[in-house]
């Protein structure tokens, strides 16, 4: 007999919305064109409410065609204390024109552009703690001063 996986589902688990600082573009490196974007701040809610603390970043990668590999790492306190280590890794892709638009501040549309995420949490909460042996994706959307992503736990 051969195994059938089981029926998959997402169950959204928070909204993210991160306040980040100007971009500091470190040009050509041996790893390629790098760029580091600070993180400031913002909210995780919709499911687990936490502060966002300042003090993490993205470290990208910016491919020749404009597509950017997110790799950020931040931490957030739950309004009972607890300490998230939260880590995304994922991709933002489109058209030139609307990349351009996004690296100057300008409004895009989501719909305009792929921004997608893998999300990793880390906890010694207990009742958040099973997000450790979760797989979580996310949709994220780039404003001037934010991002803002929905985070999904697989089932």
Avoid: C
């Avoid at 957030?76 to 996004?102: C, F, K």
């Amino acid at each position: 007999m051969i195994p059938q996986p089981p029926p998959t589902a997402l169950d959204k688990i928070f909204t993210a919305r991160v306040t980040v600082g100007a971009v500091d573009d470190y040009g050509q490196t041996r790893a390629g064109h790098r760029r580091i974007v600070s993180i400031l701040g913002g909210r995780l809610s919709q499911g687990i409410d936490a502060e966002v603390l300042a003090g993490g970043a993205d470290w990208q990668i910016v491919h020749t065609d404009g597509t950017i590999e997110i790799d950020t790492r931040y931490s957030a306190r739950t309004d009972n204390g607890e300490l998230l280590h939260v880590r995304t890794r994922g991709m933002r892709t489109g058209s030139p024109g609307v990349l351009e638009a996004l690296l100057a501040g300008e409004s895009v549309p989501a719909s305009d552009y792929y921004f997608r995420l893998v999300v990793t949490i880390e906890t010694a909460a207990p009742t958040l703690a099973y997000l450790q042996n979760s797989l979580l994706v996310g949709a994220a959307a780039r404003g001037a001063d934010d991002v803002v992503y929905d985070a999904y736990r697989v089932r």
